[in-house]
Every structure is written in C-alpha cells, then in structure tokens.
C-alpha cells in the first residue's frame, strides 16, 4: 500500500495551495480518506475527511478556507487549502480509513506546508 502527497511548500499569508494524494495497494472507492497535518512542536490532527461516498467534514479552524474531494477514477484525494495563515503551517498527511477516524489504516510519508506572514 503507497499514498504519496505532493503539492506542498512556501507560501504567503492569504496565498492557496493544493496537495494530492495518490494512493495504491487498497480499493480506493471503497476508502474513506483523510488529511491530517502536524504543526512544529505540536501534535497530529485529523483536519478534513471524505467519505467513500462524499460526504466531507472539517475541523472548525479549517472550515471554509480548505476543501477535500477526491477522484476515484485517478485513487487521488486532494486538499484544496486558500486564505492560507501562518498557523496552517504543518507537515500534511495523507491517511486511508476502512474504520475510525481516530485510527488510519494507512498513512503517506507527509508533505510540509510552510505560510510566511
């Protein structure tokens, strides 16, 4: 199993980005998927998920500003994150579901998003 996140990097206060994640070895459809991220010093936390049907939902420090959706076609789920914030700085990661939120079956190796003020 392999999910591989791309997309992150530097940017601005109020800039966007967009990471993917491409996943392999599961049946994806079937999948739900879920970013979490990890401030320095801080720990990890689930900020947005997707069901195999869906339906999404966010942590509220997110909401509104970042978008998750995913291509079953392509087994890539993205995280499409604007109005970015200093805070927003973390190492991204991709993790697959067949249960809990609270507990993936499977995660990527991270991607760091940095935001400058």
């Known amino acids: 199993v392999q999910l591989v996140e791309s997309g992150g990097g530097l940017v601005q206060a109020g800039g966007s980005l967009r990471l993917s994640c491409t996943v392999s070895?599961?049946?994806?459809?079937?999948?739900?998927m879920g970013w979490h991220r990890q401030p320095p010093g801080k720990q990890r936390e689930l900020v947005a998920g997707i069901t195999s049907s869906g339906t999404t939902n966010y942590v509220d420090s997110i909401r509104g500003r970042f978008a998750i959706s995913r291509d079953d076609g392509n087994n890539t789920v993205f995280l499409d994150m604007k109005n970015l914030k200093p805070e927003d700085t973390a190492v991204y990661y991709c993790t697959a579901h067949s249960g809990s939120w609270r507990y993936p079956d499977y995660w990527g190796q991270g991607t760091e998003v940095t935001v400058s003020s």
């Open positions: 070895g599961i049946d994806f459809s079937t999948a739900a």
